[in-house]
């Protein structure tokens, strides 16, 4: 799939499976849109492993980690984008880690199950990654955030991201790097070497599917290993399809835990990003990248492009 | 409630709900099995924070974590029990911890959620429990695991476990502390102060309502954390509810995850023991007590009592 690149040297796509398989229907309307209005022009490169399935996977634990070497290896790629999220990627990460792969300026770009391989790439190699949809996430996706994706590929910085609905449990006005993504997928790398540590950070964290108490479960254990200590602010994302299936009167809802577990951290706390797993809505941020958060506001500026 | 005693002194007992609310029915008919054939005689106080709603709590943090700290500190009090599990226990160790409970000789009862309580008791006060039933279960127990978890009650060691249709995946033969409990409550002290060391330990893991990827994800944790180097035997109790609710035809099952993950570990794993979350059938282990695991027998042996 090549396209004439409108100016400038091609951009390279390769498109990786890390963890669940991808459904044929949704790869194809994602890579239309990729290359339609995120990336006009660009070479996008599809691993053969990506259309595979093993079980709950996209190829087996062997062929799924040579699809991120290639990818990370191909001298030639300016961007690995994942294909779709699911379970897997923190089976590869051990083998992975210390294989010598060539990272230099690849920008790796997912959420969900992918936040296991972003997580990596910044604790251990210093790659500023895209927490940003998936590929089969692009088809349905709401212009303004294809516009926006799309920006942070052509190396722009896009406008600042606003709250739609969210709750500001503490003010103030906080720069850091920001880091975290899938809550469930994040919490399942404390205690290995690819935790990454966040003292000093915007912690940026998302869930779906997981009912209230076991999103107080994650954040408690967060908190009482001492995980969030330093932590400078929290932004929360969507809580997709995270209600309480036996709804009573007295049930706290997932923003209920999320606030009650976070505000005794003292730090500024804002809700209601447009990031996660809503079908139409995500704006990408940058995984390892500088941003300000305004929690007055409850707006969060980016400061610099993620290529 | 004051039954008389058969013989010697009146055991006491105190029942706490320190997780999820209790049902008031299964509540009442555990306490009359208690009290009619699993000790006979012994004297039964219910806190009355049993009894309360709060949410998805049996009451507030405080109540519950005064109400263990209440029957810690009874100094007459001979076993406490813990009426269901849920969710809740592991909200409450930071406080637990370092409170000065006078622990002296008191056995505590329970599983799933309370995993999260017998973990920190033995790993902070190296207290041995009770890895068994919780109140509410008694009443639908199987005659012969009620006769079985009134043996430990009376001080006594009950005769071997054998499982019933397991797979052995390494025999051998290994002596051990026991220690484990629910694999998603025990994954949710990792990186805390209250995982209990497992070098050397025989390994006892029960799951309930995760699916297989889960289950796999949990597993791949303890792994790339280290938590498991040096454990000495792993046995595996009842995986209930834990199938694939999309299954496909190549859909590993939650046995299969079990067996894929922890064969590569290189020592006795035993699945198939009667103890979790079947309403029926649960035998009861000694939480940091010593056994014997007989693999190629699938069968455990109790070396010493609980109290």
Chains 1, 2 share one sequence.
Not at 118 to 141: D, F, K, M, Y
Not at 285 to 295: H, K
Request: glycine letters at 14%; a negative charge.
């Amino acid at each position: 799939m090549i396209a004439t690149p409108s100016s400038g040297a091609v951009l390279r796509i390769r498109v990786i499976a890390p963890s669940g398989p991808v459904p044929a229907d949704r790869l194809n309307k994602g890579l239309r849109t990729l290359t339609a209005h995120v990336a006009p022009g660009a070479h996008v490169e599809v691993s053969a492993q990506v259309r595979q399935r093993w079980g709950y996977f996209a190829g087996p634990d062997n062929t799924r980690r040579a699809a991120i070497e290639a990818a990370f290896n191909d001298g030639e790629a300016d961007i690995i984008w994942c294909a779709r999220g699911g379970y897997g990627a923190s089976r590869l990460l051990d083998g992975l880690d210390g294989a010598g792969l060539d990272h230099g300026g690849k920008l790796l770009v997912g959420f969900s199950d992918v936040t296991a391989l972003l997580a990596w790439a910044w604790s251990r190699c210093e790659i500023v990654g895209l927490h940003g949809p998936v590929l089969t996430q692009l088809g349905g996706l709401h212009p303004a955030d294809v516009e926006q994706v799309s920006a942070w590929i052509r190396g722009d910085v896009p406008p600042p991201a606003a709250a739609d609905e969210g709750t500001v449990v503490r003010g103030g006005t906080v720069e850091g790097r920001m880091l975290g993504g899938n809550l469930e997928v994040l919490r399942s790398l404390l205690g290995t070497k690819y935790w990454p540590s966040l003292a000093g950070c915007v912690l940026a964290l998302e869930e779906v599917g997981e009912r209230p108490y076991r999103i107080d479960r994650a954040l408690t254990q967060l908190i009482s290993s001492g995980a969030l200590r330093g932590v400078a602010a929290i932004v929360i994302g969507q809580l997709t399809a995270c209600g309480e299936p036996h709804y009573e009167s007295d049930s706290p809802t997932a923003a209920d835990v999320v606030l009650e577990r976070l505000e005794p951290l003292g730090v500024p706390v804002v809700t209601g990003f447009g990031f996660g797993h809503d079908p139409t809505r995500h704006f990408a941020w940058p995984y390892g990248g500088r941003v300000r958060l305004r929690a007055d506001d409850a707006t969060l500026e980016f400061l610099e492009p993620v290529r």
